[in-house]
């Protein structure tokens, strides 16, 4: 999410596995390359409006099967549709009321957010998401929190280190900061959590910071260039995946030229990033520096450059069109918080998550637990009218569970 108040592949692809790093080097190159020759040219958006439907892009399935295509499959056999569908949903346990939790699991989400502060021991804490584990009626659960240092770090009990902000992170020596990276790592898994919604890889450009509310108002930004940003976005995320947390770079297209916070503002708009600016090449740096597999969250501002008319949760262009196909993007994209936000706060919730989804996103993110069940009838009953919305959900229930699998969460 933008601030420290809450938090905050391809859907209709078959998974693609991660390419040696080398290669994922030259492929940012070319991304990079590619994006910048149309910077200045606007991506022409959808035919979409109101949560109307997409179909995901599709490739064909790949003749043999992964032990986690056999995975995925064994468990969407024993799942109904409303089960598959949940699936989709992270829903925020307050760390203040964490006895709400088991009913919040019983719903059969996705997951769960670890919204607020806490000084809860880890030893403590790793009992209590056990619980919830077992609770689980279906697949393991994804347990995540925001820790990425400074003002926004979710655990700070003991076992978790008290961490600097990540302007300060940005600065050190690239050991120094693998090594606070897997000291992360290790702290969160040793609690039981699986997800981090972090690190940020949004570009404040040098000059600027001072306008800019929900990233360097909190020195969240790595640094002022995007290759930088990158660079320490990647050391962050391998640090975590390399103890099992699965890392999330934040917030594309980029929220670091905005003045305002999509969590407390409503129409926050930037009106000068396009496809190819350092915003968004930062994004595809990163992914093709890192050796894990990571989410990608969506911002919930408008980016006209890119889509005139959708914020950029519910943007077919920015969600598949750019994030997807021309940074080739086929893993779990997870929305900014769509329950509690003022940016989407005119938006009835089952409407948010269906556009989101149809958008091309795949795990919907609400710190409002309460919103969920509306939010899954809503899917539902559009994928029971809807064909093509019924295959783009299709799709990103293989593309969560396969994340799952791949993670150990299928058993």
Do not use: C
Request: glycine content about 10%.
């Amino acid at each position: 999410m933008p601030t420290h108040r809450t938090t905050t592949s391809r859907a209709g692809s078959a998974p693609i596995r991660r390419p040696d790093r080398a290669r994922s080097l030259l492929l940012a190159a070319v991304v990079v390359a590619a994006l910048t020759g149309y910077a200045s040219t606007p991506v022409r958006p959808a035919s979409f409006s109101g949560g109307g439907p997409a179909t995901a892009t599709t490739t064909p399935p790949s003749p043999e099967q992964t032990s986690a295509d056999v995975s995925v499959d064994a468990v969407l056999a024993g799942l109904d549709r409303r089960a598959q569908v949940s699936q989709l949903f992270v829903a925020g346990v307050p760390l203040d009321g964490l006895g709400a939790g088991t009913a919040v699991v019983g719903e059969g989400v996705g997951g769960v957010f670890l919204q607020g502060r806490t000084t809860l021991a880890a030893p403590e804490l790793a009992a209590t998401t056990a619980a919830w584990q077992e609770a689980a009626p279906g697949p393991d659960l994804w347990i995540a929190a925001d820790q990425e240092g400074g003002a926004v770090q979710t655990l700070k009990g003991s076992g978790f280190d008290v961490l600097p902000p990540a302007v300060e992170q940005g600065v050190l020596a690239v050991g120094e900061l693998g090594a606070l990276a897997d000291r992360l790592g290790a702290a969160m898994s040793g609690a039981g959590l699986n997800l981090n919604l972090a690190p940020v890889a949004d570009v404040v450009p040098p000059g600027t910071e001072a306008g800019n509310a929900p990233i360097s108002a909190f020195g969240r930004q790595y640094a002022g260039a995007g290759p930088a940003v990158a660079a320490a976005a990647a050391t962050m995320a391998d640090g975590l995946a390399s103890h099992g947390v699965v890392p999330t770079f934040k917030h594309f297209p980029g929220l670091g030229r905005v003045s305002e916070n999509t969590d407390i503002t409503s129409d926050v708009v930037d009106p000068v990033t396009a496809a190819g600016d350092e915003q968004v090449t930062a994004f595809a740096d990163a992914l093709a520096r890192t050796a894990a597999d990571p989410f990608v969250m969506t911002s919930s501002a408008t980016y006209p450059r890119i889509d005139p008319e959708e914020q950029a949760a519910f943007s077919r262009a920015v969600v598949t069109d750019l994030l997807r196909d021309r940074l080739d993007f086929d893993g779990v994209v997870v929305s900014d918080d769509l329950g509690a936000a003022e940016a989407v706060a005119d938006i009835p919730p089952g409407e948010r998550a269906v556009r989101f989804l149809a958008a091309g996103g795949t795990l919907v993110l609400t710190v409002d637990a309460g919103l969920v069940p509306e939010m899954v009838d809503a899917a539902v009953a559009r994928a029971e009218t809807d064909p093509a919305f019924a295959a783009t959900v299709d799709a990103a229930v293989r593309t969560a569970l396969t994340a799952k699998a791949e993670a150990g969460l299928l058993g």
